[in-house]
């Protein structure tokens, strides 16, 4: 079974910076995952798109996140990281890592905590 570990969150002030990083648990072979990503979900919302990068390196952001977060991958690796800078208090959330495989299944990540304080 694939599972999908995030590391990297924790509590930062307003404007500040933190970087989350994902790695598959297992042993996947090369480029298991077409698109990787990461989603979040704040108390009492919806779990929203905040990034995803293809292999060939498209990439996609939510709205509220362009210019302020940046997404990267390892494809050797099955790993994605997310910087994100300019922390704002409605960043506050659990952020899941995704991996999607060339067949559509998805795969998910525990969550990890992300809060910034104002």
């Known amino acids: 079974q694939v599972l999908l570990v995030e590391s990297g969150g924790g509590l930062v002030q307003a404007g500040g910076s933190l970087r989350l990083s994902c790695v598959p648990s297992?042993?996947?072979?090369?480029?298991?995952?077409?698109?990787m990503g990461w989603y979040r979900q704040a108390p009492g919302k919806q779990r929203e798109l905040v990034a995803t990068?293809?292999?060939?390196?498209?990439?996609n952001y939510g709205d509220s996140v362009k210019g302020r977060f940046t997404i990267s991958r390892d494809n050797a690796k099955n790993t994605v990281s997310l910087q994100m800078d300019s922390l704002k208090p409605e960043d506050t959330a659990i952020y899941y890592c995704?991996?999607?495989?060339?067949?559509?299944?998805?795969?998910w990540g525990q969550g990890t905590q992300v809060t910034v304080s104002s």
């Open positions: 995704n991996g999607r495989s060339y067949e559509g299944s998805d795969y």
């Open positions: 297992g042993s996947i072979f090369f480029r298991f995952f077409n698109t």
């Open positions: 990068i293809t292999t060939g390196g498209r990439t």
